[in-house]
């Protein structure tokens, strides 16, 4: 059997035929590729994979993730994993996710792999096709085995009691294989059956609304406001332009974390818009005052999912709340047909978006033992000493999925 076969059923793959037809076979292929391997003929099989996959996450999207990797540094060892239902190219693709070698985690000189991110990206759950969630990541554990890296694998942006988090401690279990869920954080999700007026009207509390509503009349009475949804791309580049200096122009330029504060972010943020219109992907909303943007704000829609990647407002009128009241227009994506949750992109306990949405998306990161005696005693050392620092520091981790039985 070669490297990409699988010998029980449990772990055969499924292949799709043009007419959706289902049948099972033992011929998948998971490779490891240099990262230059993407290029036009992988696409199509990528698009499919999105579309479909398990848990949406457009950061490793094609449009998302290419001029990533464009503009960000990466590790020159840098790889693309590839799951296949069969012959690469020639058959669906499964499972896709970007992973490479570090040689610093976190304060600690230690190497390891992991998936990979960057700044601007708020979740590293891996593409995987629905139903494929154990053989992922069995293939890709035995590529790891098998590959000469040292450390441990470290997975950043798992959405903590999903889908692939279930299916990665199952594996872990089945093959003996230590998983620990080492860190995770709670951020807001809109995800509701009420339409957007009763879902305000029952998560914000009555004097939220009312001085909301209040903010709102008295800008009314500067001028023309006007909120704006746009989802094609007229005038894309113009709107960017105005979203980049309004960024620039609050806090965020202060601290030079606005995308307008270096070419690599305000290249990616440009292309990755395109991208994702052309996709039919993109969301833009605003609010303006006689022609000027008060408030803007980027979504990005997969399969069943959205995402609120971007927002902006101007600090000049922040006493009228502007970035809350597009908030308050945002509610009606829940009226959107086929979209069923939102996904904030926020840190954990932000003041605005969870005064807003009462949801609440787990988000962890998990560190999983690879074969091999120095990598099993490297892994073990480091969750040790982790474990010893968070005793010190009077933090315990806890696990979700433990916490929730």
Known sequence: ?????????????????????????????????????????????????????????????????????????????????????????????????????????????????????????????????????????????????????????????????????????????????????????ARALLQSDLDANRYFAETVRGKKRKELRRQAKRLGEMGDLQFAHHHDDTDLNSWIDEFLKLERQGWKGQNGSALDCADDTRRFFREALFGATSSDQLE????????????????????????????????????????????????????????DWMDSCAAEDHNMIDSLWSGRRHIGRFSIELKGLSRTAMFRGVRLGEDLMAHIKGREIVDIMQAQR
């Open 1 to 185: 059997m070669d490297a990409g076969g699988f010998e029980t059923k449990d772990d055969m793959a499924i292949h799709y035929d043009t007419s959706d037809r289902v049948s099972l076979i033992s011929s998948a292929t998971a490779e490891l590729l240099p990262i230059t391997f993407i290029d036009e003929a992988l696409i199509p099989s990528w698009q499919k994979l999105a579309r479909n996959a398990v848990e949406p996450n457009i950061f490793y999207e094609n449009w998302m993730l290419e001029p990533a990797l464009k503009h960000f540094s990466l590790h020159p060892e840098l790889q693309l994993f590839l799951f296949w239902a069969g012959a690469p190219l020639k058959s669906d693709l499964i499972g896709l996710l970007p992973v490479g070698p570090s040689r610093q985690f976190g304060r600690w000189p230690v190497p390891f792999v992991q998936n990979w991110t960057h700044h601007n990206s708020f979740l590293g759950t891996p593409l995987v096709r629905s139903g494929f969630e154990n053989q992922f990541w069995t293939a890709l554990f035995k590529q790891l085995d098998e590959k000469n890296w040292p450390g441990f694998l470290h997975i950043r942006g798992l959405v903590v009691n999903g889908p692939l988090d279930k299916a990665l401690r199952s594996v872990c279990v089945r093959q003996k294989r230590r998983c620990d869920l080492v860190h995770s954080e």
């Open 284 to 339: 833009r909303h605003d609010l303006r005052l006689d022609g000027k943007p008060l408030a803007m704000l980027v979504n990005f829609l997969s399969s069943t999912g959205s995402f609120s990647f971007k927002t902006a407002f101007d600090e000049d009128y922040a006493r009228f709340s502007p970035g809350v009241l597009l908030q308050r227009e945002n509610l009606k994506i829940l009226e959107r047909p086929g979209i």
